[in-house]
């Protein structure tokens, strides 16, 4: 696993080879061989990264990527995930990311998402490097059986949380739409008083917990359960609400 000196010197370099360009998340990792999994474990989000490493994170301008360019942060956001990322995690993807697009601003590009859909799959098609996103595009339209729908408005979809619960030297991180049910069924199953340290309000509950999982997976012991530092829990509580 690369440390964080090693990435922060990678950023500079990768920047260097694009002509003093700040990369993006998705062209670094694709540059460099890191993997986002070693990045979110240091940083929560790219652009913290980009800063600690002397740069200036670049802010997306509508025009400032060309069509291939935003498809193919749709392509490898679409790998990550493993299916094709509906508004709430395009939005999700732009709150831990400064440089992704807005969703609406995609959209406005490519228009709805059946329109979308057909133009990053004529995209994938161009290269064998995408055959798993292929996979995921040629699934979605053969499982539907009244094509794909665009997604429901953003504002229609209920609030969830990811909580972060202490137990003596462990914490535990999990998902509820309704934390203080969830607390107390925790605390009836456990034999030792647990201490709810923070909660972050989400519309992707699982996009979320998914994410803290895999940050520190290496500090993961049991389960949902982690054995983390004092800095680990601070980065945790930098998080109030993630729309």
Same mark, same amino acid.
């Given at each position: 696993m690369a440390g964080k000196q090693e990435?922060?010197?990678?950023?500079?370099?990768?920047?260097?080879?694009?002509?003093?360009? $700040?990369?993006?998340?998705?062209?670094?990792?694709e540059l460099s061989?890191?993997? @986002?999994? #070693?990045?979110?474990?240091?940083w929560p989000r790219w652009s913290d990264a980009v800063?600690?490493?002397?740069l200036v994170p670049k802010q997306f301008?509508?025009?400032?990527?060309?069509?291939?360019?935003?498809?193919?942060?749709?392509a490898n956001l679409t790998r990550r995930l493993g299916h094709f990322p509906v508004n709430n995690e395009l939005r999700i993807e732009r709150s831990l990311d400064a440089q992704f697009p807005n969703q609406k601003?995609?959209?406005?590009?490519?228009?709805?998402?059946? $329109?979308?859909v057909s133009k990053l799959a004529t995209y994938v098609e161009q290269s064998e @490097?995408? #055959?798993d996103v292929k996979v995921i595009?040629?699934?979605?339209?053969?499982?539907?059986?009244?094509?794909?729908q665009d997604d429901i408005e953003f504002e229609t979809f209920s609030v969830g949380y990811v909580y972060l619960i202490k137990m003596d030297k462990w914490h535990k991180i999990g998902k509820t739409n309704d934390i203080l049910r969830r607390t107390g069924e925790i605390r009836l199953t456990l034999p030792e008083q647990e201490t709810l340290v923070h909660t972050i309000a989400t519309v992707d509950?699982?996009?979320?917990?998914?994410?803290?999982?895999r940050r520190f997976d290496s500090r993961r012991r049991n389960g949902e359960w982690f054995l983390l530092s004092a800095t680990d829990v601070k980065e945790f509580r930098k998080w109030r609400k993630i729309s």
């Open positions: 990435i922060l010197r990678s950023i500079q370099a990768t920047a260097e080879q694009l002509g003093g360009v $700040t990369p993006g998340r998705a062209k670094f990792v061989g890191i993997s @986002e999994y #070693e990045i979110g474990s240091y800063v600690e490493a002397g301008v509508t025009m400032k990527y060309t069509d291939d360019e935003l498809l193919e942060l749709l601003v995609i959209h406005n590009r490519f228009g709805a998402k059946r $329109t979308l @490097e995408w #055959e595009l040629n699934t979605m339209v053969n499982e539907s059986v009244t094509g794909i509950p699982s996009g979320i917990e998914s994410y803290w999982h």
